[in-house]
Nanobody, 121 residues
Framework: QLQLVESGGGLVQPGGSLRLSCAVA??????IGWFRQAPGKEREGVSC????????NYADSVKGRFTISRDNAKNTVYLQMNSLKPEDTAIYYC????????????????WGQGTQVTVSS
């Protein structure tokens, strides 16, 4: 069973930055995605990165503000979030799946427990 552990969430003012981390033992061969769910809303995909790190994609709502990356030596995927907006407030989850296209389509196999991000003044 693959285990994913997110960290880095918190409270930040609008326009601020946060970096989320997702530590995944044995994740080298998995594409990793970040998803989020705000209260009363459906879960949405934020970003995905392929197992090699060579391919990424982003939701239109975060393009130009968020950057996904991975360090396979550290078994960690990062989500750098800049220019945060109140509408970015949500629980952020990382998820793992063997195929990048499954990440993009939201068909993930393993989930972390989530980390809360709150953007508010």
């Amino acid at each position: 069973q693959l285990q994913l552990v997110e960290s880095g969430g918190g409270l930040v003012q609008p326009g601020g930055s946060l970096r989320l981390s997702c530590a995944v033992a044995g994740f080298t061969y998995y594409a990793i995605g970040w998803f989020r769910q705000a209260p009363g809303k459906e879960r949405e995909g934020v970003s995905c990165i392929s197992s090699s790190g060579s391919t990424t994609n982003y939701a239109d709502s975060v393009k130009g503000r968020f950057t996904i990356s991975r360090d396979n030596a550290k078994n960690t995927v990062y989500l750098q979030m800049n220019s945060l907006k109140p509408e970015d407030t949500a629980i952020y989850y990382c998820a793992a799946q063997k195929l990048f296209r499954r990440c993009v389509s939201g068909k993930t196999d393993y989930w972390g427990q989530g980390t809360q991000v709150t953007v508010s003044s």
